[in-house]
């Protein structure tokens, strides 16, 4: 079965320096991979959409980008803020095809930006 | 006002009880999903549902089950809560199926079961 690995560990990094997360994922590669955000006690925040026939995708300073052969995403947040702290998921949509595709999460990793 | 709600927000309730969480959204949405998010093991899918007369089991379905009694209503259901319950859950609408489409989130309810 697919399993998508994010790192567990919070990543901290300075106010202005560029954030970049991992999406790893070991079986299928998925049609189609989702970044969300959630801030703590909340639900998660639809950010970005990629699809397996891009390479990358922009969205204001968000970047995500996506690999097949290396069975990655990574997630980029360019002159991060305090505000952009929160925990990160990455979703892939199941291989299942039709009315049963359905997303699949990561565990997410937590981003903190001190000022 | 917000497009996904959840009631209750918060919920503490023994073991044994039966318990409803009720998800609402004004999004028009056909597709409707439920998870349960624990620390460490991510969102889980519990229950989905592509329109009023289409309920799917998802990963996590044992000791739950759910009603969708109109489009803009879906409700999860434990029978018998027990302590392992305790977790926090999110509706969730989508306006499609799959990963092409976003998913947009309710608040959530965190539930305890003692």
């Known amino acids: 079965s697919q399993k998508i690995e994010q790192n567990s560990e919070a990543l901290n990094i300075q106010e202005g320096k560029t954030a970049t997360l991992t999406c790893n994922y070991t079986?299928?590669?998925?049609?189609?991979l989702q970044w969300y955000r959630q801030d703590p006690g909340r639900g998660p925040v639809f950010l970005l959409l990629?699809?397996?026939?891009?390479k990358e995708k922009r969205k204001e300073r968000l970047k995500v980008t996506f690999d097949t052969t290396l069975k990655q995403s990574l997630f980029h947040i360019t002159a991060s803020q305090p505000a952009d702290s929160a925990t990160y998921l990455c979703?892939?949509?199941?291989?299942?095809?039709?009315?049963?595709?359905?997303?699949?999460f990561g565990t997410g990793t937590l981003l903190a930006v001190q000022p | 006002d917000a497009d996904v709600t959840q009631t209750p927000r918060n919920r503490i309730t023994k073991t044994g009880k039966r318990i409803m969480l009720e998800c609402s959204q004004t999004?028009?949405?056909?597709?409707m999903y439920w998870y349960r998010q624990d620390p460490g093991l991510g969102l889980r899918l519990i229950y989905y549902?592509?329109?009023?007369?289409?309920?799917n089991k998802g990963e996590i379905s044992d000791g739950y089950s759910v009603s969708r009694q109109a489009q803009a209503k879906f409700s999860l259901s434990l029978e018998s809560a027990i302590p392992n319950q305790t977790a926090l859950y999110f509706c969730?609408?989508?306006?499609?199926?799959?990963?092409?489409?976003?998913?947009?989130f309710g608040p959530g309810t965190r539930l305890t079961v003692t």
């Open positions: 979703a892939l949509d199941t291989p299942d095809g039709g009315a049963t595709n359905k997303l699949i």
């Open positions: 079986n299928y590669s998925p049609a189609y």
């Open positions: 990629i699809r397996e026939n891009e």
């Open positions: 999004k028009g949405h056909d597709r």
């Open positions: 549902s592509f329109d009023v007369k289409d309920i």
């Open positions: 969730a609408t989508a306006p499609g199926t799959g990963g092409r489409y976003e998913q947009y």
